[in-house]
């Protein structure tokens, strides 16, 4: 089973200073394979927690490669929820990424372990709409919920704003998943590449340092 690694998030962040340089990243250090996976950006200010910049990702497998330098970006630069990630946020940001394995069908809607499970819904609404939407497994236990919470806040984020009902929730067909993860700030990052390259990455000429 292919692990989530270091040089994943290291070929995230160069896949994204790449593309602000209008440059082709340099080939990954680590090998091919197919998996779902995602990439998740996170913005550290003044030493707070880390706030969600942008996460997006494919619940289908993959090549490992291609994947994460498409959802690098896709993350990074067309997360709805976001404005795009600026050059200058760099110093601040820290990358997430996740691949998902263990892909099991739930006998009813609370059948998963919050901090364990990753977890799917797919429904049709009270106007026959399909509806689906995800959350990875760090999600729910982060903001603390139980199996409930997560399921209703995931019906609201599949788009559904009518009443939620415990026969809605009973229509849900759940998947969970289990994923490994691997996140690395940009200041761990940069001495990565200082050291393995022999200088620190530079953005049309600007220096980053570890701010």
Sequence with gaps: MVLANKEMVVYCFD??????????????????GQHPLFVTWKKVVNGGEPRLRG????????????????YALT???RDRRFPPIQAKELPNLECTVSILTDYETANNYLDWEVG???????????????????YLPEVPAHEGWTRVEAID???????????????????????CYQSTLFTMHYSDYASHVKATRGAAPTIAGAKLGNH
């Excluded at 806040?153 to 998947?175: N, Q, Y």
């Design 116 to 134: 364990k499970h990753g977890i799917i819904i797919e429904f049709v609404d009270d106007y026959n709409s399909r509806r689906s939407a995800t």
């Design 15 to 32: 896949t994204l200073i790449a593309h602000y340089n209008s440059e082709e990243a340099a080939p990954p250090a680590f090998d091919e």
């Design 153 to 175: 806040s995931l019906i609201r984020k599949a788009g559904f704003s009518g009443p939620i009902t415990e026969s809605l929730r009973k229509r849900i067909k759940l998947t």
């Design 55 to 70: 996460c997006i990702g494919t619940l289908e497998a993959c090549q490992l490669i291609n994947g994460f330098r498409d």
């Design 75 to 77: 993350s990074a630069l």
